[in-house]
């Protein structure tokens, strides 16, 4: 069996995982912290290659 693990913290992931959208690919994470806190995380580098 394939373990999964979350895209933000390495957790591991359960039954109640969170999809979330980044840049046109689909990651799960473990909670809803670890989901806004990749979607941050996600808007700040988009901001920062605007301005390059």
Do not use: F, N, Q
């Not at 999964?4 to 969170?18: F, K, M, N, Q, V």
């Amino acid at each position: 069996m394939k373990k999964t693990t979350c895209a933000a913290c390495d957790c591991e992931l359960g039954p109640d995982t969170i999809s979330v959208k980044l840049g046109g690919k689909t990651v799960e994470v473990c909670c809803r912290e670890c989901a806004e806190a990749l979607k941050e995380a996600s808007a700040a580098a988009s901001t920062a290659r605007s301005k390059d």
